[in-house]
Structure formats: structure tokens, C-alpha cells
């Protein structure tokens, strides 16, 4: 064999220079590759709901996939899932706890393996490590002149209020939702890996809903797309829904929860909001009032919700 047809397989074993055959053969890729795009932008415009799916990280205009969507995109390629391998650092004294997840994804009815992704949290990541109280909430033994604090001004009454920063005491207690937070962005890395979506979260939020609007859906429905969400102020009127049967859903509740959560609001909170609002606990709403909760959630934004929470807790609730 010649020196220069040794190189050539060298080569092609590599992968450098291996064209897996024909121009037809590639352009036979090039036609499947962009059936698959459209099939993924179709799924994205009818099956991926905003807020759920995916969605903006504060301080940044790029969408992210949350683990809903990442579930949904394995579903869709049929992809099956599984922990690889968990690493795990843990320290009573401090309460410190890092978790590192490497998830592994197959296709299913092959079992060839697609792709691995990683996920790692800490508990000393700030959210968990410490808490954001109001001054009535800071321990008598505690300094407050010493304290990491921010100041505020409610968009709704204009009054100023502050909060300082506690190390959270019960750090041990966030040990298991650190675990579950890495083992959901080692799936989220591995999904963007295997589909490879990660392109579409590379856009600002206005790029991706133009990309996935194009010109095939209803000018009509562009238009309400475009339309902004309500103030604080506006709550009133989708907070009300007309009178209808039936108590509110396990599921709704969960979805009320798991919405003011993402939005930075705690369970005892939003449910404070809804007693203030509907004069009775969230367990006994009706369907059609949880309903009207949850649409109210998903347009509200985060920082008019957080306003609700600070009136109610400055005694400016009904």
C-alpha cells in the first residue's frame, strides 16, 4: 500500500475526511436534517408552552429549557434516560453539599447511546445558601448594620422597603432539591447535546418567537403574542373568573405552586395573596377560580408578584 493511500484511510478512519459517500448521499442528509428542523419548529409552536417548557432566566433575554421541555424533546426523538453517575460532597458542620450528576440518554428502541450530559449544584449557591427577610425577621442577636441589604420602592403604594441577607440556617434541609437541580440541568445538557437545540436558546426571546412564528401562523394570533402582559394593577380583572362547578384539582394546585415558584414567590405567600384576594384558602377555590389563578400567574410578571407579597407582609392586603 502507498504512503498516500495509507493516509487516505488514516483519514477516513478518524472521521477527518470521511464524506460517508455521494454527493446524493449528502444531500439526501441535508433534506433529512432540514425535515427534522421543521418537524422540531412545528413541536416547539404546538407542544412547548412558554413558562413551563422554557423561558427567560432573570437577567438575561435568552430563552433556557427547563426540565419539562427537556422531557417533551426526549419524548418526541424517543429517548430514555438514566442517572450514569452521581457525585456527591457533603459536610454536616457547614452544611455544605455539591452534587455532581452525569445523566445518559438512549435511544430507546435501539439502546444506542445518543448522548451524556452534566449537571452540578451546590447549597452554597445563593439562593440556597441565604435568605432574603424583612427586618421585623432578623434575630434580636443579630446586627443589622452588618447585613448585605437592598432597598426597594413598591410599584404599587411607592413605598421603600428593605430586606436583609441571612445565612439560610437550614442549609441540610436543601440537600435534596440540590440533588434534584443537578440531576435537571445534567438532563437539560444532555437533551440541548442529543437534539441539537442548543442553537435555538443561543437567540434573544424576540429571535426565537420570530423563528418559530415565521409567516405560518395568523397575523391574529401574531398580534396577541405581541400583546404585553398586565400590571399589578390590572389583576382585578383576570383574577375573577365566572362562576362555574367543581373544586379546585390536585393538579391545579400543584400548577399554582409550581408557577409562584418560578416566579420567586413561596407557597405560603401565593396562598396569602389568594386568601387576600378570594377571602378563603386556595383548597377551597373552585375549578374555574384556579383556572383564572393560573392565567393570572403566567402573565403577571415577577416583580408585580413579588409587590403583592411585600404589601400583604407591610399590612397593605385586604
Avoid at 26 to 48: E, G, P
Avoid at 235 to 252: H, L, R, V, W, Y
Avoid at 273 to 293: N, R, V
Amino acid at each position: 500500500m502507498s504512503n498516500g493511500a495509507l493516509a487516505t484511510t488514516e483519514q477516513k478512519s478518524s472521521g477527518i475526511m470521511d464524506m460517508s459517500g455521494t454527493t446524493m448521499d449528502m444531500a439526501a442528509r441535508l433534506a433529512d436534517m432540514s425535515n427534522k428542523l421543521d418537524l422540531v419548529k412545528t413541536f416547539f409552536k404546538t407542544q412547548m408552552i412558554k413558562d413551563i417548557d422554557y423561558g427567560i432566566i432573570p437577567g438575561t433575554d435568552k430563552p433556557a429549557l427547563y426540565k419539562p421541555g427537556a422531557e417533551k424533546l426526549c419524548a418526541l426523538y424517543g429517548f430514555s434516560q438514566r442517572v450514569l453517575s452521581k457525585v456527591e460532597t457533603r459536610d454536616l458542620a457547614t452544611g455544605y453539599y455539591l452534587s455532581e450528576v452525569t445523566v445518559q440518554l438512549t435511544h430507546a428502541a435501539s439502546g444506542i447511546i445518543v448522548a451524556d450530559g452534566v449537571g452540578e449544584c451546590s447549597s452554597y449557591e445563593s439562593k440556597y445558601r441565604y435568605r432574603w427577610v424583612f427586618e421585623s425577621d432578623i434575630p434580636k442577636n443579630i446586627d443589622k448594620s452588618g447585613l448585605v441589604s437592598k432597598t426597594f420602592e413598591s410599584k404599587k403604594t411607592g413605598k421603600e422597603y428593605t430586606r436583609y441577607r441571612l445565612e439560610n440556617p437550614d442549609l441540610i434541609d436543601q440537600w435534596n432539591t440540590v440533588l434534584k437541580m443537578a440531576k435537571k440541568r445534567a438532563l437539560v445538557d444532555a437533551t440541548l447535546a442529543a437534539t441539537r437545540t442548543s442553537g435555538m436558546f443561543c437567540q434573544t426571546e424576540g429571535e426565537l418567537d420570530a423563528w418559530l412564528d415565521s409567516d405560518e401562523i395568523p397575523k391574529q394570533e401574531r398580534l396577541e403574542k405581541q400583546k404585553p402582559a398586565p400590571a399589578a394593577a390590572d389583576e382585578k380583572t383576570t383574577f375573577n373568573p365566572s362562576a362555574s362547578g367543581g373544586m379546585i384539582t390536585i393538579a391545579q394546585k400543584n400548577k399554582i405552586h409550581y408557577d409562584a415558584e418560578k416566579k420567586n414567590v413561596k407557597e405560603a405567600d401565593i396562598e396569602a395573596i389568594i386568601m387576600a384576594e378570594k377571602k378563603k384558602p386556595i383548597a377551597e377555590l373552585t375549578k374555574a377560580e384556579a383556572s383564572a389563578i393560573i392565567d393570572w400567574l403566567g402573565k403577571v410578571s415577577e416583580s408585580d408578584l413579588q409587590d403583592l407579597v411585600i404589601d400583604l407582609a407591610m399590612g397593605g392586603g385586604k
